[in-house]
């Protein structure tokens, strides 16, 4: 059974800061990882993916990956208002089963 | 275009009540997932399809049940509702492997009365 670790938050971070979100997984056997976004009331949606050990950079996002230590990252710059939102980490292969998600506040 | 659509939105139902929430998709994805989505909770796998292959949860309620009558279409059937059964329900879809996009829906929300 895949387990999925994330700090629940709320993360509160001011306009313009870099927001930091982790997660920790323990299936070794995990090759890909998936970032969704999830705004109250709405459904999740995809915003990044990464395969490969090290950074994967799309925009103002980062995904960094060690499957070595087991853990996954995403990092937000320049955060906007628009960010807050809960980010929810998923291993890929097999089932589709969620972290337990990171609340991001970002104020004015 | 919606891509995966549920229906519907908004379920009211009465405590006991049969329900069954539809959702249908256009993307010919072969796996299917539904999830149960409470307050500030992540979303929690209720069961999943690949394919016709049918993979229960281990603690999903034996009141929640599921049918797959074809790629397009799956549905949520819970039979006995209660008060706890009260949330938005998510239905996704994804290509085979899960190492690919997953595609949700808008969910429906069940108020149980």
């Known amino acids: 059974q895949k387990e999925v670790e994330q700090n629940s938050g709320p993360l509160s971070v001011p306009e313009g800061a870099i927001a930091s979100l982790n997660c920790t997984y323990s299936?070794?056997?995990?090759?890909?990882f998936f970032w969704y976004r999830q705004y109250s009331g709405k459904s999740p949606e995809l915003i990044m993916s990464i395969y490969s050990n090290g950074d994967k950079e799309d925009g103002r996002f980062t995904a960094q990956l060690n499957k070595a230590s087991q853990y996954v990252s995403l990092l937000i710059r320049d955060s906007q208002p628009s960010d807050s939102a809960t980010y929810l980490c998923?291993?890929?292969?097999?089932?589709?089963?969620f972290g337990t998600g990171t609340r991001l506040q970002v104020f004015p | 275009d919606a891509m995966v659509i549920q229906n519907p939105r908004y379920q009211v139902t009465q405590f006991g009540k049969p329900v069954t929430l539809s959702c249908s998709q256009t993307?010919?994805?072969?796996?299917m997932y539904w999830y149960q989505q409470k307050s500030s909770q992540a979303p929690k796998l209720l069961f999943h399809?690949?394919?016709?292959?049918?993979?229960n949860e281990a603690d999903t309620p034996d009141n929640f049940q599921s049918r797959r009558p074809n790629t397009s279409f799956c549905f949520l059937d819970i039979r006995s509702p209660g008060l706890g059964d009260a949330a938005m329900y998510l239905c996704?879809?994804?290509?085979?492997?899960?190492?690919?996009?997953?595609?949700f829906g808008q969910g429906t929300r069940l108020t149980v009365v």
């Open positions: 993307l010919n994805h072969n796996v």
């Open positions: 998923a291993p890929g292969g097999g089932k589709l089963i």
């Open positions: 996704a879809t994804q290509t085979g492997g899960g190492n690919t996009e997953a595609f």
């Open positions: 299936d070794r056997g995990s090759q890909s």
């Open positions: 399809y690949y394919d016709k292959d049918f993979n």
